[in-house]
């Protein structure tokens, strides 16, 4: 590329047009409280003003991606990178060198080393510890027991990530200890990201102290597990085998820095992840009886009588689209960002270097322009011959692109696993404090879920 042909394209970028302000903004505020008020409704109808529209957050103005075509265009396009105010809230818990957060070379790098743990060829090898962690899952239950599904999501999807990618009977006890520190974390960031008081949650108050408490002690515990790894002098096929092996572009061994932030960077987003796509598939379970009967009748037609194994999981097609059709109405990642890193254009707009992005899945995923009875839950819409009528992109929920969830075959393979388990082995109904309505937190999944669990 030459120095003419970068200016043409800048200049080329400078001329196009500025996409529209989208309505109902006001002054001062612009979008904000509308955004603060109700983000999914906002962010839903956004397209009835354009395929790209500006959003005045207050002070700053922020460009909304509309459509599915456009969302892929900026997942797939090298103009933006992973950059903006959400992400730099997260560095406190990430780490400033995790997979998650790190751009160009370093994050290629970073996905070298850890996608081979997450290839569809190394899944069964964690077959074993998802089955025996579902069936745990249900059997600590009792029939007429009222669960809090919130403990119980997360409790599962952090043992399994922990258990699978970091094996070891060491992590038996610590698997509980990560889910204690990272509850309190959770809950924690979700506050700090929708009351932004910055120093504020240095004072310390006893909220701060336990926050801060759960932080060092998820970070000893990644140190320890770490350690205890090396001093085993094992090298089991996993993760953390991968990081500890791990070469920089010079061929030295990465840092230890490194090293533990990339471990928190993968067990963080995929526990929050899994544990809030677990609670959206237990309120489905309950409110659609006859989705969990068909479920039920599916594993006993594969498995018969024995528990269902994570052999049976290519089998349990209806199973799965259930999980699919509940990850397209209640995406847990409802919402992206990205940064543009050049004058850009999408869509035949303008995009400035610097420029915020956002689009949402939950939105994309929702549209009526792409989806037949579209807030109707349907799992049949993912059979094949109707699945090919989804148009391009409409249905992203891991993403596309370089930064493309590692864990789309982890993920679906452990929440068919759990769905099979939990579907065949209780029926739900809400107890009276339980409010499905949605939180929306960094991820976005029921507020508060009580169930009781009846028998079969
Ligand atoms: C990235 C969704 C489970 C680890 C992502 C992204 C999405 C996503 C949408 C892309 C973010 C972006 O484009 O900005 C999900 C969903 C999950 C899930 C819906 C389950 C229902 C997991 C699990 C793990 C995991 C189980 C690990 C154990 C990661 C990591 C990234 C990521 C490390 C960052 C990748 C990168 O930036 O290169 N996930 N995820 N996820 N996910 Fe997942």
Redesign the pocket.
């Known amino acids: 590329m030459t120095v003419e042909s970068v200016k043409d394209g800048a200049s080329a970028a400078a001329a196009l047009r500025e996409p529209p302000v989208a309505g109902g903004g006001v002054p001062v505020l612009g979008h904000g409280l509308r955004m603060a008020r109700d983000p999914l409704a906002f962010m839903s109808q956004l397209r009835d003003h354009g395929d790209v529209v500006r959003l005045k957050l207050g002070p700053k103005t922020v460009y909304a991606v509309t459509t599915p075509a456009l969302t892929g265009a900026v ?1 797939l396009s090298p103009d933006y990178i ?1 950059a903006g105010p959400l992400w730099e809230s997260l560095e406190d818990l990430l780490g400033k060198e995790g ?2 957060t790190a751009n160009g070379a370093l ?1 290629r790098r970073q ?1 070298r080393t850890i996608q081979p743990a997450f290839r569809p060829d190394a899944l069964p090898a964690y077959g074993s510890i998802m089955a025996a962690e579902s069936h745990a899952l249900v059997e600590r239950w009792r029939s007429g027991e009222v669960l809090d599904i919130t403990t119980e999501s997360f409790r599962v999807a952090v043992r399994i ?1 922990a258990r699978c ?1 970091m094996r070891g009977s060491y992590m038996d006890a610590r698997a509980d200890r990560i889910c204690a520190a990272l509850a309190t974390l959770f809950s924690g960031m979700y506050q700090r990201m929708v009351v932004p008081l910055g120093p504020l949650y240095k004072v310390p108050i006893p909220a701060n102290r336990e926050f801060n408490r759960a932080l060092a002690d998820l970070h000893v515990l990644v140190d320890e597990i770490i350690a205890d790894r090396r001093a085993s002098g094992q090298k089991p096929n996993d993760l953390l085998t991968a990081l500890l092996e791990a070469k920089d572009e010079n061929g030295d061994p990465i840092g230890e820095q490194e090293i533990h932030d990339q471990v928190i ?3 963080t ?2 526990s929050e ?2 544990g809030s ?1 677990i609670m959206s598939l237990l309120l489905v379970l309950t409110e659609h009886p006859e989705v969990a009967d068909k479920i039920r009748d599916e594993v006993k037609h594969v498995a018969g009588d024995r528990p269902v194994a994570f052999d049976d999981v290519r089998r349990l097609t209806y199973t799965a689209n259930v999980v699919v059709e509940t ?1 397209r109405l209640y ?3 409802w919402i ?1 960002t990205r940064r543009a890193v050049t004058d850009t254009e999408l869509g035949g707009y303008r995009i400035p270097r610097g420029a915020d992005l956002i689009y949402s899945p939950y939105a994309v995923q929702r549209d009526r322009r792409s989806y037949g009875r579209n807030e109707e839950f349907d799992p049949d819409r993912w059979l094949p011959e109707r699945a090919k009528e989804v148009p391009k992109y409409a249905m992203s ?3 596309v692109g ?6 789309d075959h ?2 679906m393979a452990e ?1 068919t696993l759990i769905t099979a388990a939990v579907a065949t082995a209780y029926r739900f109904a809400h107890a009276p404090d339980s409010d499905p309505r949605p939180r929306i937190g960094i991820t976005l999944r029921p507020r508060r879920l009580m169930l009781r669990a009846l028998p079969r």
């Not at 370089?402 to 864990?407: D, V």
């Open positions: 997942a992973i997979v998650a994050h996905r990530a990618l960077a993968i067990l987003p995929g992840t899994v796509t990850m995406p847990a990642v992206l929920p891991f993403s370089n930064r493309k969830c590692p864990s982890f993920s929440l």
